[in-house]
Nanobody, 121 residues
Framework: QVPLVESGGGLVQPGGSLRLSCAVS????????MGWYRQAPGKQRELVAA???????NYLDSVKGRFTISRDNAKNTVYLLMNSLKLEDTAVYYC???????????????WGQGTQVTVSS
């Protein structure tokens, strides 16, 4: 199991900002897509933002213009910068990465442990 180590969650007021980080730990061959999902209480997990290895990104409509996903391929890390946070952004945020662990291996999807983001006044 390759751990994805998340950090950066917390409590923030509406209109504030947070940056989430997710680092792939351990020995891997390659990283394909990386992304962030979130799950609010009583709701299904949803894709917030994703980035291919070529840097192509896509976003949930409700976060477009406020959230930015970026990658540091040298550090095997993906970030989610969240600006202008709203109450409805409150959720547990999960990092996801499609990893190939060896040259002849298959690509599997891995998840981080989740980090709580709470937007409250």
């Amino acid at each position: 199991q390759v751990p994805l180590v998340e950090s950066g969650g917390g409590l923030v007021q509406p209109g504030g900002s947070l940056r989430l980080s997710c680092a792939v730990s351990g020995s891997i061959f390659s990283i394909n897509a990386m992304g962030w999902y979130r799950q609010a209480p009583g709701k299904q997990r949803e894709l917030v933002a994703a980035s291919t290895s070529d840097g192509i990104t896509n976003y949930l409509d409700s976060v477009k213009g406020r959230f930015t996903i970026s990658r540091d391929n040298a550090k095997n890390t993906v970030y989610l910068l969240m600006n202008s946070l709203k109450l409805e952004d409150t959720a547990v945020y999960y990092c996801n990465a499609d990893l190939k662990l060896s040259l002849g291996g298959s690509i599997y999807s891995y998840w981080g442990q989740g980090t709580q983001v709470t937007v409250s006044s």
